[in-house]
């Protein structure tokens, strides 16, 4: 049987108006793991992980799959806004929910990301 640990790539997304997003490489990570359980960890190592202090004060509640590899990247640098059918659902795994190998997801604020939605537009 195929080992399920594998790398992800999280897209940590502070402000989507200025495009203030840090990349956290997730190692081993088992993808059988519920949605819930795998916000908590990468809660855990945002707390923890060097560099990633602007980012702390966020209450990041939300993931979202930005590129899945081999797939077409989207138009959007900030988030994928075009398909929303690629939210992950909480109750099921991350393969139930089409994760793969080093596919990256957006993890942000619900809250923000409506408020982005509804005028993709970048200040800087």
Do not use: A, C
Not at 3 to 26: A, D, G, P, Q
Not at 29 to 51: H, M, R, Y
């Amino acid at each position: 049987m195929e080992n399920e640990n594998k790398i992800l790539i999280i897209r940590v997304i502070r402000s989507f108006e200025y495009r203030t997003i840090k990349n956290l490489i997730l190692k081993d990570i088992d993808l059988n793991t519920n949605v819930s359980d795998f916000k908590k960890l990468v809660l855990e190592k945002i707390q923890t992980t060097p560099g990633f202090t602007p980012f702390k004060t966020k209450q990041y509640d939300s993931m979202k799959i930005f590129f899945v590899p081999h797939g077409q990247k989207p138009n959007n640098l900030t988030i994928n806004i075009e398909n929303d059918h690629f939210f992950l659902n909480n109750n099921k795994s991350l393969t139930e929910n089409g994760v793969v190998y080093e596919t990256e997801i957006s993890f942000f604020v619900m809250e923000d990301y409506l408020k982005y939605k509804e005028n993709p537009e970048n200040k800087w």
